[in-house]
């Protein structure tokens, strides 16, 4: 069974940058796209970014274009957002999801990280 | 881009309960849809993919219908562990994929 495990999360200054990581298990990471979804405290769902399986395309939600960077290294197996130009709107859970089984649909999620963007 | 609107915010139910929860799309996604359940601390969990298809391991008591803009996930017999938050996720505009505001599923 597959296992997404996230990383990098922590308490950080508005203005200030911190990359997050996604070490994927158990699936053939290199044959899937990969995605961010983020959670503000007691909020809904919003996804973030995505990128495909090769690193070739990416997408970005408005709120993160040109602060937030989604990149992958597949001979690590693992997947990376890079976010910069923090602000306190970006306090979040960061989750990781792919369609591992199917093709559109997240069917693989991580147990998500905190980032807290706070003075 | 794609605007989904889920309807009701919340609703207390009893065990045994039918809960139908609505989903509205800004414009026609045809079956484009999937149904997560989230639990406090936990991470989403995709119940439905593709409007009506059961995903692997749910429990028949969940069911999905609908196309286009408006959709319908319903609990047939509500159990304790059904109570969570349920979010609907248009892939229309894959790989955008936007989120209902959720639905809460309490006990009433």
């Known amino acids: 069974q597959g296992q997404l495990v996230e990383s990098g999360g922590g308490v950080v200054q508005p203005g200030r940058s911190l990359r997050l990581s996604c070490a994927a298990s158990?699936?053939?990471?290199?044959?899937?796209?990969m995605h961010w979804v983020r959670q503000a405290p007691g909020k809904g769902l919003e996804w973030v970014a995505a990128?495909?399986?090769?690193?070739?395309?990416?997408y970005y939600a408005d709120s993160v274009k040109g602060r937030f960077t989604i990149s992958r290294d597949n001979s690590k197996n693992t997947l990376y957002l890079q976010m910069n130009s923090l602000r306190a709107e970006d306090t979040a859970v960061y989750y990781c999801?792919?369609?591992?089984?199917?093709?559109?649909?997240?069917?693989?999620w991580g147990q998500g990280t905190l980032v807290t963007v706070s003075s | 881009d794609i605007q989904m609107t889920q309807s009701p915010s919340s609703v207390s139910a009893s065990v045994g309960d039918r809960v139908t929860i609505t989903c509205r799309a800004s414009?026609?996604?045809?079956?484009?849809l999937a149904w997560y359940q989230q639990k406090p601390g936990e991470a989403p969990k995709l119940l439905i993919h593709?409007?009506?298809s059961l995903q692997s391991g749910v429990p028949s008591r969940f069911s999905g219908s609908g196309s286009g803009t408006e959709f319908i996930l319903n609990i047939s017999s509500l159990q304790p562990e059904d109570f969570a938050t349920y979010y609907c996720?248009?892939?229309?505009?894959?790989?955008?994929?936007?989120f209902g505001q959720g639905t809460k599923v309490d006990i009433k």
């Open positions: 990128i495909w399986y090769d690193g070739s395309k990416k």
């Open positions: 593709s409007a009506s």
């Open positions: 996720q248009q892939v229309n505009s894959f790989p955008r994929g936007t």
């Open positions: 158990g699936v053939t990471f290199s044959k899937n796209g």
């Open positions: 414009q026609g996604i045809s079956s484009w």
């Open positions: 999801a792919s369609p591992i089984d199917l093709t559109y649909y997240f069917d693989y």
